[in-house]
């Protein structure tokens, strides 16, 4: 596995030592086998005592890998299928934010998320994620679409943002994430969210308001960048790791705010290191909560998601 | 920010001609301080609207003596003890509070539109810079609420720049919140009239002010998504001038109507006047 921070080299050192040994060990069973088996066991508390340990800012660097599981890496490992259904019925097709009908082990949704890409050429046909308003307005007609054929939502988010672009302002990039907040708090069906990586302002909450909101361990989620409040409240973008630490940005610091219900455990190492393991936690996380919402009638549904939305925030009274 | 440069440093002479005239930050004209406050902080010269208090607001859109101010004890908490390389969260509070003797950046309540039964909302910038903190989200909630309850038409004018970063992701959540409120207005078929005036950006463009039954504009008011420079920075050319103007936005077909301050409250009353159940 290639290492791409610098917090992650007494691993990556400990993986090469393993590597040489096995390569020198072919066909021995012996002592170089057991020594094998002490040092990988090793290397799995070392990754674990690292990741359990990561600061804010070293999680950022962790939920924006490139070799993190990207939302069509979901689809291919968790989800049997997807039949994407394209477009907003009023300007185009984002590839930054796509959906369609999909099925998670037997469970029927509608599913709905942020897509990246993991090279350049992707990432540049799919915007780095960052969607437009016909992105935020195709995931409102597909949400529409769920609820007339009864069918559950489920949303990946993984986004450094809605695309701030001139064309994004002049199609009414505020509009469209401004109704979506307002009608996904209307909407007759279970909407179970995830954030899988990052997890960045309204162009997240832009497809966020759900009944449960999950988040995996390495993904961050915040009302701006590290990045972008360094250089407007310390006038410096180098101050980029106390702004991630200032803003409570993890996954432990939100469950902790109640902005979200639970958090899914990433394996040790991180996401990167094991999609398949990542999504089939994700797969569980998510049909376990959906199964309980799925007994709720619309009403008491959009009561309750009402009340969670409602009881946000910390103020004096 | 004043729309006059306050300066306490300054000397006799010129603090006594800062209160008798102001200078129009659009056409430079010196005016008459009093022909301005008269002309309901509009320059009469150029009709460049100028930014209000809270209560000067509603004073200018509700009844006489009918305001009653509502959630008036909410103010900021500091969930996250934010500091930044200016200091703790709480001391901007503090010095907020005492400049402006407000709690919040938005003062809540009911009263009478000619007449009739609203409930208001009014963000004021001075409050730090009407950031959408979870106090102001709470109030922009409960005023909705309110309207909920009573059955009134709910109308709430923006001025903000976007959502308090010094509260993290819980200032976020208020978008969700807020929009909550008035979704709820929206399923009750309850009128929610959405004013947006200078500024009206970031976070609070992107939920409650823009989701009005209609929405109303001041003329000039800075309107947009996101910041100038961010844009320009990512697409590498410059905007055009009138790039998120309240003009340009109606443009774009997202603003309903640009009303001048003077028509304001006769406009409101006229759309209400159509609601008819
Ligand atoms: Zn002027």
């Known amino acids: 596995m290639e290492r791409e921070f610098d917090f992650e080299k007494p691993v990556a050192e400990m993986e090469k030592a393993i590597e040489k040994l096995k390569a020198s060990a072919s066909g021995d069973t012996g002592s170089i086998a057991a020594q094998i088996a002490e040092l990988e066991k090793k290397c799995e508390e070392r990754k674990k005592e690292i990741y359990d340990s990561l600061t804010p800012w070293q999680t950022v660097q962790v939920a924006r890998h490139p070799k993190r599981p990207v939302l069509y890496d979901y689809i291919s490992l968790i989800f049997s299928d997807f039949i994407e259904l394209h477009g907003d019925r009023a300007y185009g097709d984002d590839r930054a934010l796509i959906g369609g009908f999909a099925k998670l082990g037997e469970q029927k949704v509608m599913l709905i998320g942020h897509s990246k890409g993991k090279n350049v050429d992707e990432n540049v046909r799919r915007n780095f994620g960052m969607a437009r308003p016909e992105g935020y307005r195709k995931a409102l007609r597909l949400m529409r679409l769920a609820e007339k054929y009864n069918v559950p939502v489920v949303t990946f988010i993984d986004t450094p943002g809605a695309y701030p672009g001139l064309d994004a302002e002049e199609r009414g990039q505020a509009e469209a994430i401004a109704r979506n907040l307002t009608e996904m708090a209307k909407l007759e069906i279970p909407i179970v969210s995830i954030v899988t990586g990052e997890g960045g302002s309204g162009g997240a909450l832009g497809i966020g308001v759900a009944d449960v909101v999950l988040m995996l361990s390495n993904a961050v989620y915040s009302v701006i960048s590290p990045e972008g409040c360094a250089s407007i409240l310390w006038r410096d973008a180098a101050y980029s790791a106390q702004a991630a630490d200032s803003l409570k940005i993890t996954a432990k610091s939100l469950l902790s705010l109640d902005v979200i219900d639970e958090i899914v455990k990433e394996p040790a190492g991180g996401a990167h290191t094991n999609h398949r393991a990542t999504g089939d936690t994700i797969k569980k996380a998510i049909l376990k909560h959906l199964k309980k919402l799925l007994t709720l009638t619309p009403a008491k549904l959009t009561e309750k998601r009402f009340e969670k939305f409602s009881a946000m925030g910390k103020f004096i009274k | ?277």
């Open chain 2, 1 to 277: 920010m004043a729309w006059f440069k306050k300066r306490d440093d300054r000397d006799g002479k010129k603090k006594s001609q800062d209160d008798i005239w102001v200078k129009c930050q659009s056409c430079s004209a010196h005016v008459f301080k009093q022909d301005f406050i008269n002309n309901q902080s509009v320059c009469p010269k150029c009709n460049w609207h100028g930014k209000l208090t809270a209560y000067e607001r509603i004073g200018l859109t509700l009844d006489s003596g009918t305001f009653v101010e509502m959630f008036e004890n909410i103010r900021p908490a500091d969930p996250l003890q934010f500091v930044d390389g200016k200091g703790p969260y709480t001391e901007k509070v503090e010095a907020a509070r005492a400049k402006t003797k407000l709690n919040e950046s938005i003062v809540t309540g009911a009263g009478k539109l000619n007449g009739l039964d609203v409930a208001v909302g009014v963000m004021d910038f001075r409050f730090l810079g009407g950031s959408l903190g979870s106090g102001t989200g709470e109030k922009i909630l409960q005023a909705a609420n309110y309207a909920y309850d009573k059955n009134i038409p709910y109308i709430l004018f923006s001025a903000s720049g976007g959502a308090r970063m010094h509260e993290g992701i819980l200032s976020l959540m208020q978008m969700a919140k807020t929009c909550a409120g008035v979704a709820r207005l929206d399923a009750k078929k309850i009128p929610f009239i959405s004013i947006l005036t200078d500024p009206t950006t970031g976070g609070v463009s992107a939920s409650y002010a823009m989701v009005g039954d209609v929405n109303l504009a001041e003329p000039g008011a800075l309107i947009g998504f996101a910041g100038r420079r961010v844009i320009e920075q990512t697409i590498k050319q410059k905007l055009p001038d009138n790039f998120q103007t309240a003009e340009f936005v109606r443009e774009h077909g997202f603003i309903d109507k640009i009303v001048h301050r003077r028509d304001m409250k006769k406009i409101l009353h006229t759309i209400l006047s159509y609601y008819n159940r």
